[in-house]
């Protein structure tokens, strides 16, 4: 009788800067969308957990709010759930922004790695943007900073040199059960997805002021006749003025909002979709714990 070989697991947590691409990579890797994507810096506010199957393995990625320095609460919560992930994990991913170079917030990030009994791999990514010339200064500059187990170029965006990245990730896992269905792909509820969903269209079509003062709220997830659901939610603001923005010109911004993320939605659910959006303030709800929590950020936590 044929032996069976051995199956791998583990669990990969992914950090770096905001914006350097670690949702992009997550969503890259899993093959759909479960991690929203943005320009605006700190997009991820949960550690997101996305789940790749092989027939010998099982990666789960762990993708982080950007490490930066607080301004509020939730500042706060984001910066400790990211840091909190580096030491009950089997490897860790470093990434940084080729285009960017090196920065201040890299070196917070080194420094924290200096106490930690992991593998770091440094991942460079957004390789698509810049002359191969850079890439060697950028390899040769990080070699010095500190002793990663494999400096690895990659574009997320791209798809360049992931593979390698995902065999030479499995190749160093330990072995392991398999610790999710192998057709699941993320640890969250469908209600926070969806809500992840709206919040993403918020940060594309709303200017600068608005991003980091949205949450969204899931209220009802009801199944209707001829397999349509009904989702309806609010998206909280921090002031009268955003939600004006949000709202837009006779409705129209809230519109477009509600119809991106309606699409987004039912691929996600695989059915037709009636989406209702209602706008509310909540004032400066990032600096109080009932609306926090209210929100979906654990008081523990921050």
Known sequence: MEQQDSFKSGFITIIGRPNVGKSTFLNRVIGQKIAIMSDKAQTTRNTIQGVLTEKDAQMIFIDTPGIHKPKHKLGDFMVKLAENTLNEVDAILFMVNAKEGYGRGDQYII?????????????????????????????????????????????????????????????????????????????????????????????????????????????????????????????????KSQKGIVIGKQGAMLKKVGSQARRDIERLLGTKVFLELWVKVQKDWRNRDRYLHEFGFNKEDY
């Open 111 to 239: 420094d924290r790695l200096a106490n930690i009994n992991r593998p770091v791999y440094l991942i460079i990514n957004k390789i698509d943007q810049i002359h191969p010339d850079q890439l060697f200064e950028l390899i040769a500059f990080y070699k010095d900073k500190y002793a990663f187990q494999e400096i690895i170029p990659i574009s997320a965006l791209e798809g360049n040199n992931v593979a390698h990245l995902l065999t030479v990730l499995k190749s160093q896992l330990p072995e392991g059960p398999q610790y999710y269905p192998a057709d699941q792909v993320t640890d969250h509820p469908e209600r926070f997805i969806i809500s992840e969903l709206i919040r993403e269209k918020v940060l594309q079509e709303t200017r600068e002021e608005i991003p980091h003062s949205v949450a969204v709220v899931i209220d009802k997830i009801e199944k209707r006749e001829a397999e349509k659901v009904l989702v309806q939610a609010s998206i909280i603001v921090e002031r």
